[in-house]
């Protein structure tokens, strides 16, 4: 597997980054969604997303078993780790270590059955205050773990500021 990160701030245009290299390298790439529909807001999102995907994407929908779909294309974008690690997170009843062995467990499985190109998206949340509660400072200490997880096993990093992209790796 080919493994690319994609980091930055939310809105920074990580995922349209992602989206345009995709479609660069497959003219049939897959687009594999993590999100849960949260509330009214989360569908919203969704729905907006999927609508901005046209005819040449393969859209899969995975919230927590990332290799179920055993996807035999080129390139998967993976969107978003982010959401992915919030959804292990509130599965494993907000322990943050127990979720960091689950997340890696279930990214070691995802990574011994792909051959593609994975363009993994994913926040940068730990550049601002100190999150207020416990729950929340272990998600950024999780998160942040899990991160630098992947981007050591990465051939390329990318750092999205203000639409614009700046290679790390």
């Not at 992602?18 to 497959?26: G, K, P």
């Not at 773990?145 to 992947?150: A, L, R």
């Amino acid at each position: 597997m080919k493994l690319i990160v994609v980091t930055g701030a939310q809105k920074s245009g990580k995922s349209r980054y992602a989206e345009n290299w995709a479609l660069a390298l497959s003219a049939r790439p897959a687009y594999l969604a993590t999100s849960r529909v949260w509330d009214d807001d989360f569908a919203e999102r969704i729905a907006r997303h999927k609508s901005a995907r046209d005819e040449r994407w393969i859209n899969l929908e995975q919230d927590t078993d990332l290799a179920a779909h055993g996807f035999d294309g080129e390139v998967i974008v993976l969107d978003c780790i982010t959401l992915w690690l919030t959804n292990l997170f509130t599965d494993c009843n907000y322990n943050r270590d127990a979720t960091l062995i689950e997340a890696k467990k279930r990214w070691a499985e995802l990574t011994a059955v792909t051959a593609q190109t994975v363009i993994a998206v994913g926040n940068e949340i730990g550049w601002s205050l100190h999150a207020e509660t416990q729950m929340g400072r272990h998600f950024v200490d999780l998160h942040g773990s899990f991160m630098q997880h992947i981007a050591a096993e990465a051939e390329e990093v990318v750092l999205m500021v203000a639409g614009l992209p700046l290679k790390v790796k």
